[in-house]
């Protein structure tokens, strides 16, 4: 406003006081009016880069929904990897089982081998001792009757 009244005093001195008036006038009615242009276009311009909180709000809601849908898609993951690991485990359960029980067969049939082995062994053990036995008993048994003769033979002699 007072930059208009400095060119009214300007111009009052070169026009005249009725004709500087009516440039002023005309003067400032352009100012104000490019004044409304401009505020309005400052005010679309900001609009399109600003957001408002209505903006903001369709912008949370959006995320919203992208993260319960990501939390969606990876309960989903997570529980198929879980049956996934599931199956597996049960998998690795049977072969083990039957790893297990083939172990198990392998080493009955081993216990049941050495057992005969054993058993064979101490027969031939106690066939050895049952040896030695008689002739360890005749061995004493000829002892004793020669033992008897001889005592007989000095008795009677």
């Not at 505020?39 to 949370?60: F, M, S």
């Not at 969606?72 to 039957?98: F, S, T, W």
């Not at 031939?124 to 030695?132: A, E, G, Q, R, T």
Request: charged fraction near 40%; charge should be negative.
């Amino acid at each position: 406003m007072g930059e208009v009244l400095k060119i009214f005093e300007t111009l009052e001195g070169v026009l005249g006081k009725e004709k500087a008036l009516k440039v002023a006038e005309a003067i400032e009615k352009l100012v104000e009016e490019r004044r409304e242009t401009l505020k309005v276009e400052l005010k679309e311009e900001l609009t399109k880069e600003l957001a408002t909180k209505h903006d903001l709000k369709i912008v949370e809601q959006s995320l919203r929904a992208l993260i319960e849908q990501c939390r969606g898609e990876l309960q989903r993951e997570i529980e198929e990897v879980k049956g996934e690991l599931k199956a597996e485990i049960e998998q690795v359960r049977g072969e083990l089982k039957a790893e297990i029980e083939q172990v198990k067969g392998e080493l009955k049939t081993e216990i049941e081998q050495v057992r005969g082995e054993l058993k064979a062994e101490i027969q031939k053990v106690k066939n050895d001792l049952l040896k030695w036995l008689i002739v360890l008993f005749i061995g004493q048994a000829t002892f004793i009757v020669g033992l008897v003769f001889t005592l007989i033979k000095a008795l009677k002699g």
